[in-house]
């Protein structure tokens, strides 16, 4: 079966005054028809820009898609025109951009940002735009939609923005969905109802769907695949079971050995020392050999190779054959 998306060696680079700073470099990945993959790891490990990348949003200058291919159904949109892009943009891949407080424009109102992508797309007359606005409303869960429909997006909650941007990425019936944060900055109980109402609508319309998020919670309940990224790289690729259960790369293990158990009693929590390298100047071997407890001499002067650990699960790292070994001594610290 042909892959819905297949991203291929992406890198992208952007030139600033302080040199170049390779925010992906080196990154594959890829998604089939009705899966979900989630792109976890730290803020500024080259996430967002992996999607922005995708969309081909990034701002030249000072960013640059600088190699790599991205296959949507087999056609490398980095050689569509900037036309194309624009058809493919909403009505083949919709995104819900992270910040649903600043992502919608405050001088429109709901009814009429959703409506703006069906007109382009769909070539729907404003009367038929309207109505489909409105089910898409429905679609979502916001009640009242004929009275949300009127209003702005400072008249909402958090929640309702979200569902909102959720409505317009939507709305043309995207065959992939690319979800950037969709949970940042909402309380619990939402959370759960905007994974719940993603996973629905995927299910209904059979969509691809990408979940970008820091959070391994929802990484564990909603995804297939999962994409491990570190600091411009990919550190690990397998499925959800793969990564959560047999995971080989020390910072997947310390990302699960941060996540607070109820077992730890009064423990202090586990934590991955340093912090994520500037993109200027990463290390010249592996990028996670800066906070890697079990880092050799090869680590800091030598990228490690992607290495096969069983089917449809790769991990880049030096020390495969040993993490094993030191996977408990991983799982048991606290610093």
Same mark, same amino acid.
């Given at each position: 079966?042909?892959?819905?998306?297949?991203?291929?060696?992406?890198?992208t680079?952007?030139?600033?005054?302080?040199?170049?700073?390779? /925010?992906?470099?080196?990154?594959?990945?890829?998604?089939?028809?009705?899966?979900?993959?989630?792109?976890?790891?730290?803020?500024?490990?080259?996430?967002?820009?992996?999607?922005?990348?995708?969309?081909?949003?990034?701002?030249?200058?000072?960013?640059?898609?600088?190699?790599?291919?991205?296959?949507?159904?087999?056609?490398?949109?980095?050689?569509?025109?900037?036309?194309?892009?624009?058809?493919?943009?909403?009505?083949?891949?919709?995104?819900?951009?992270?910040?649903?407080?600043?992502?919608l424009?405050?001088?429109?109102?709901?009814?009429?940002?959703?409506?703006?992508?069906?007109?382009?797309?769909?070539?729907?007359?404003?009367?038929?735009?309207?109505?489909?606005?409105?089910?898409?409303?429905?679609?979502?869960?916001?009640p009242?939609?004929e009275?949300?429909?009127?209003?702005?997006?400072?008249?909402?909650?958090?929640?309702?923005?979200?569902?909102?941007?959720?409505?317009?990425?939507?709305?043309?019936? +995207?065959?992939?969905?690319?979800?950037?944060?969709?949970?940042? /900055?909402?309380?619990?109980?939402?959370?759960?109802?905007?994974?719940?109402?993603?996973?629905?609508?995927?299910?209904?319309?059979?969509?691809?769907?990408?979940?970008?998020?820091?959070?391994?919670?929802?990484?564990?309940?909603?995804?297939?695949?999962?994409?491990?990224?570190?600091?411009?790289?990919?550190?690990?690729?397998?499925?959800?079971?793969?990564?959560?259960?047999?995971?080989?790369h +020390?910072?997947?293990?310390?990302?699960?050995?941060s996540?607070?158990?109820?077992?730890?009693?009064?423990?202090?929590?586990?934590?991955?020392?340093?912090?994520?390298?500037?993109?200027? %100047?990463?290390?010249?071997?592996?990028?996670?050999?800066?906070?890697c407890?079990?880092?050799i001499?090869?680590?800091? %002067?030598?990228?490690?190779?992607?290495?096969?650990?069983?089917?449809g699960?790769?991990?880049?790292?030096?020390?495969?054959?040993?993490?094993?070994?030191?996977k408990?001594?991983?799982?048991n610290?606290?610093?």
């Amino acid at each position: 079966m042909s892959k819905l998306l297949e991203v291929k060696n992406l890198k992208t680079y952007f030139y600033t005054d302080d040199g170049v700073a390779k /925010a992906v470099d080196d990154v594959s990945f890829s998604l089939d028809k009705g899966e979900t993959l989630g792109i976890v790891g730290e803020s500024g490990c080259g996430k967002s820009v992996s999607a922005l990348s995708i969309m081909r949003l990034i701002p030249e200058p000072p960013g640059k898609i600088a190699g790599g291919e991205i296959l949507f159904k087999g056609k490398n949109v980095l050689n569509f025109t900037e036309k194309e892009m624009q058809e493919l943009r909403g009505n083949d891949i919709g995104m819900i951009f992270q910040e649903p407080m600043t992502s919608l424009n405050p001088v429109f109102t709901c009814g009429d940002q959703i409506e703006e992508a069906v007109i382009l797309h769909q070539k729907l007359t404003k009367e038929q735009a309207k109505e489909k606005a409105l089910e898409m409303l429905r679609l979502v869960g916001i009640p009242a939609p004929e009275q949300r429909y009127n209003e702005y997006p400072h008249q909402l909650s958090g929640g309702m923005r979200q569902r909102i941007m959720i409505a317009m990425a939507l709305s043309c019936n +995207p065959e992939i969905l690319i979800a950037d944060e969709p949970t940042t /900055a909402l309380d619990v109980t939402v959370q759960a109802q905007i994974l719940e109402l993603i996973e629905k609508l995927q299910t209904d319309l059979g969509m691809g769907v990408i979940i970008i998020t820091h959070d391994l919670g929802v990484i564990a309940e909603v995804s297939d695949k999962v994409c491990v990224m570190y600091a411009s790289k990919v550190a690990e690729y397998g499925t959800a079971d793969q990564i959560f259960y047999n995971s080989k790369h +020390p910072y997947t293990i310390g990302l699960l050995n941060s996540i607070p158990k109820l077992s730890a009693g009064h423990k202090k929590l586990a934590t991955i020392e340093g912090s994520v390298p500037a993109p200027t %100047n990463y290390p010249a071997g592996c990028h996670f050999c800066t906070r890697c407890t079990f880092a050799i001499d090869k680590c800091w %002067n030598e990228e490690p190779p992607m290495t096969d650990v069983e089917p449809g699960h790769i991990a880049a790292c030096w020390r495969i054959s040993e993490i094993d070994k030191f996977k408990e001594q991983l799982l048991n610290s606290v610093v």
